[in-house]
């Protein structure tokens, strides 16, 4: 069992939040994840920023330009990881597209993520046709390569990435790119069916999750949900990252108070 | 036919489909789509016949004599794209997606442009074919190729300016993937170069390889020989990549694909993905690109929007580590000569892009004997370039 699996666990919804390394700065994110981790969030998936996060809506394509105005690279990411994991235990894993991680090196970077005690990679603009490669250099270094399915995949390629997702499999609740929405897409309930019958793996809801609504009527279809431009709002509102924690308890402690509830 | 992808859309090392989960089924119905398309005798006549009526094909191959002339040396012979209907090339690849998008039930077209060349293409055609058009063009393009977005306008196209990053070309076609993504139910992306994910570099260079096979019967005909040079420009590289395709075969041919060096290559200021990229993966397909030490893609240079793009296609990858085709670059400076140099002697104005290709063909030719021919795409008209030539080169009014 990895690191990651191992946070699901019966009659406890999983927690994760999305934040940008480097955004605001560096030492702010290591603030950031302490924050989150205090809160009851499960699992921290950093986003490595790339110039050209096609997956993503205006908030997080913005932390990511602010990130890169700041010469947040990589290997700075990989640092702030490390220097996360000295203070806290919540797995981590990577979100980020595919062109830096080729550039660093497949090998190389996973290597340094396992060092840095990153436990799984998320890339976006990876699927599995094209994931053979990453796979094979993730499973050698035990890190999980999460993959993703969408509302419009087909039975066919669910089958393909419940066979080979590690981890959990990330759920895009909608058809369209991350960012805070009013409601959840009405397709979720369907989706999250279809993907059950053929899959054992934890399923994990996100994009669009921004308000503890979502939270709980994702949480009552899946394993885990996964907020991230709500929380970047959160941070840029208020530095002193009190928002951020009071909204990250609200939702934590709502799933719990949920927990026994909504099995489809 | 000659150099197909592999079924997982392929050219030797390069091409694929990196892109989000949403949008693969979308892919595969594409590409079920246009092989079907392919099959079907009807699909074939009806773009043919709309190519004579609507496009007005075949265009000429133009000896351009005074040219020759001039440069002392080989035959240089124009393949006139600047005659097709919207006054470039980027209208053969639109109608016939345009066509295809039809036949598929899909009522909302994508688009993204640089130059406003395959905007103003796509909005023609959903003009002709009653189709809504969207086009995603950076804000910085807009500025310098105004006349463009006034032609989509008038076509009942929407212009969505796009802000962010580079503020040109890259950056309309990651807000026209970021719009598909969220509406790939209803909507085709009518992708206007041999990039993005398998099947687009395919499909593209299909619709554009009618330049090529025209150009080689009309070469036949006239010469009674084969060219010994095929000349383009590239940026994304669909108008040399619809030269170059039907040639493939004819290994005496030679191509040259010529980039945008900008303000020269040393500076860093250019648009030259395959003389001095890397590989990479960017919109989607792998292939050589213009990055930094981190993977972080590079803003681009040129004084011609349509070249000013930091990837290019797969194809061309494929043709540069085989050595099928050579690829040059030629600056800004020498592009707006080439511009004036075939105003001057043929009375024809290219477009800023297609003079990059012009400029390399004419040293190319003085160095050549007169027994030899050069064939060179002149993928578009210049009246969109007059603003910007006569800022360069200080003219009065």
């Keep these: ?264 | 036919m000659p150099c197909r992808p592999d079924v997982s859309g392929y050219f030797g090392n390069y091409g694929g489909k990196f892109v989000p989960e949403t949008l693969m089924p979308a892919l595969a119905e594409l590409e079920g789509a246009y092989a079907d398309a392919l099959a079907d005798a009807a699909f074939q006549k009806q773009f043919d016949q709309l190519c004579k009526d609507f496009i007005g094909r075949p265009t000429p191959l133009y000896y351009a004599e005074q040219l020759t002339k001039k440069s002392g040396g080989a035959i240089i012979l124009l393949k006139r794209e600047d005659l097709a209907h919207t006054g470039a090339h980027k209208i053969n690849n639109a109608l016939g997606q345009g066509l295809l998008a039809k036949r598929m039930g899909k009522t909302r077209i994508i688009a993204e442009t640089g130059a406003g060349q395959h905007g103003v293409a796509t909005a023609t055609v959903c003009a002709m074919l009653d189709l809504e058009c969207i086009v995603y063009m950076g804000t910085e393009d807009i500025k310098r190729q105004a006349p463009n977005v006034q032609r989509m306008k008038l076509m009942n196209a929407e212009v969505r300016p796009v802000d962010s990053g580079s503020r040109t070309l890259k950056d309309a076609i990651n807000e026209a993937i970021r719009d598909w993504v969220s509406n790939v139910k209803d909507t085709h992306y009518l992708l206007g170069s041999v990039v993005g994910p398998h099947p687009y570099p395919m499909i593209v260079r299909d619709f554009q390889a009618i330049i090529g096979r025209e150009a080689r019967a009309q070469v036949l005909k006239a010469y009674n020989r084969l060219p010994d040079y095929l000349v383009a420009c590239v940026g994304g590289g669909s108008n040399s990549i619809g030269l170059f395709h039907p040639f493939y075969n004819d290994k005496d041919v030679k191509f040259i694909g010529v980039e945008a060096g900008g303000l020269g290559l040393k500076t860093g200021k250019h648009s030259a993905t395959l003389a001095t990229g890397k590989v990479g993966v960017l919109h989607g397909t792998k292939s050589y690109l213009m990055e930094d030490e981190h993977g972080q893609i590079m803003e681009t240079h040129s004084i011609s929007a349509g070249l000013d793009y930091p990837g290019v296609g797969p194809e061309h990858s494929f043709y540069k580590d085989s050595d099928r085709a050579t690829y040059v670059a030629v600056n800004d400076e020498e592009t707006l000569e080439g511009f004036k140099l075939l105003s001057n002697t043929e009375g024809i104005i290219p477009a800023l892009e297609s003079a990059h290709a012009i400029y390399y063909a004419v040293k190319m030719a003085k160095d050549l004997s007169k027994d030899k021919l050069i064939i060179v795409n002149l993928s578009g008209r210049g009246d969109k370039d007059l603003g910007i030539v006569t800022q360069a080169l200080g003219m009065k009014e």
């Design chain 1, 1 to 264: 069992m990895s690191e990651i699996t191992s946070v699901f666990k019966p009659d406890h919804k999983a927690l994760i939040a999305y934040v940008t390394a480097g955004y605001p700065d560096k030492t702010a994110t290591v603030n950031i994840a302490a924050a989150l981790a205090e809160g009851g969030c499960d699992i921290i998936e950093l986003g490595i920023p790339f110039s050209d996060p096609l997956a993503d809506g205006a908030t997080i394509q913005h932390a990511s330009y602010l990130a890169l105005q700041q010469g947040i690279t990589p290997q700075i990411c990989l640092d702030i990881a490390a220097e996360i994991r000295q203070i806290i235990t919540t797995p981590l894993v990577f979100m980020t597209y595919y062109n830096p991680i080729l550039r660093y090196g497949l090998e190389a970077f996973c290597k340094e993520c396992i060092k840095a005690g990153v436990s799984g990679l998320i890339v976006p603009d990876l699927p599995p046709e094209e994931g053979l490669e990453l796979e094979k250099v993730t499973h050698k270094h035990n890190l999980d390569l999460i993959y993703l399915l969408a509302p419009t995949s087909t039975d066919q390629r669910i089958g393909t990435v419940a066979a080979r997702s590690r981890g959990f499999i990330y759920l895009v609740s909608l058809t369209g790119v991350t960012g805070a929405r009013s409601s959840l897409s009405p397709e979720l309930k369907g989706f999250v069916k279809r993907v059950r019958a053929k899959s054992d793996l934890p399923l994990c809801v996100g994009f669009g999750i921004s308000k503890v609504e979502h939270a709980l009527e994702a949480a009552a279809l899946a394993d885990g949900v996964i907020i991230g431009s709500r929380l970047i709002n959160l941070i840029e509102e208020d530095t002193s990252l009190a928002a951020l924690k009071s909204f990250i308890t609200s939702v934590r402690k709502a799933l719990n108070e949920k927990k026994n509830t909504g099995e489809v």
